[in-house]
């Protein structure tokens, strides 16, 4: 077997996507790449994959990597009720959710917390860059108090933060880490384990911990989300 190829015979360039569309520099890329290295790491078979995604720029991610693997993108919000019902239709499928901080933790927070409440068996990115990038900055409800829009705007609410909310309602795996973290943020891509019986939910956000947060969308993706 090649060096550069993996269990099932396949080389990394099987798990790439399209061409991304996102800003040049964009966290959500970075994340893209270390999942491409994962899935090729870990083995996958790309049609036992189900990409599944709502609506922002991290919910396009996902055309951007296993070109050939299946894929959804719902409603802005409603992942995680289009992922339960894909893995009740075929539970052979490796589920791998991607989402956004706007996508998860404002319209799609029930959505979330009903999918950790069933232990649907998915493994569920959240692309936490505290901003609804798609729609030009504006806060999301894991937007840091008293952080500032680029015309001066102040966030005068608590955030949310979900890998608690996660923690709280028993998820059994959840992890966070920064998108140019690219030695941690790749075994974590690997927790996508085709090979286990019992994988159970895992939710992974890729926020720094601690890190300060940029004002603007855009300078949160040069930075690295
Ligand atoms: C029902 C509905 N409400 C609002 C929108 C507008 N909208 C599109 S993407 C988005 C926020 C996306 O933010 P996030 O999930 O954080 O993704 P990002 O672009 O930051 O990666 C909003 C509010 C929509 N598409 N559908
Ligand atoms: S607008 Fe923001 S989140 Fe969207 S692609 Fe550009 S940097 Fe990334
Ligand atoms: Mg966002």
Redesign the pocket.
């Known amino acids: 077997m090649s060096a550069t190829v993996n269990r099932v015979g396949l080389p990394r360039d099987a798990y790439k996507g399209a061409a991304t569309t996102l800003c040049a520099g964009c966290g959500?890329n970075s994340i893209t790449n270390h999942m491409i290295k994962a899935l090729h790491e870990l083995g996958v078979e790309p049609h036992m994959l189900a990409k599944m995604s709502?609506?922002?720029?991290?919910?396009k991610t996902p055309a951007y990597f296993v070109e050939t693997a299946h894929g959804f993108n719902g409603?802005?919000g409603r992942m995680p009720a289009l992922t339960t019902g894909a893995h009740l239709a075929n539970r052979q499928l490796i589920m791998l959710g991607v989402?956004?901080?706007?996508?998860?933790a404002s319209?799609g927070l029930g959505q979330f917390m009903h999918m950790i409440r069933r232990n649907v068996d998915c493994t569920y990115i959240i692309?936490d860059?505290g901003?609804?990038?798609?729609?030009k900055g504006q806060f999301?409800a894991t937007a840091d108090l008293g952080s500032v829009q680029k015309k001066g705007a102040v966030n005068t609410f608590q955030p949310i933060d979900p890998c608690a909310v996660a923690l709280a309602l028993g998820c059994s795996f959840v992890a966070r880490s920064f998108s140019g973290d690219g030695k941690q943020v790749v075994p974590l891509g690997c927790t996508t384990d085709p090979t286990s019986c019992s994988r159970s939910s895992a939710k992974t956000t890729t926020r720094p911990t601690g890190a300060p947060r940029s004002r603007s969308?855009r300078r949160a993706g040069r930075r690295g989300i």
Request: some cysteine.
């Open positions: 959500h709502g609506i922002g720029c991290s919910s409603v802005h989402s956004g901080d706007g996508d998860t319209i692309e860059n901003t609804y990038g798609l729609t999301s969308s």
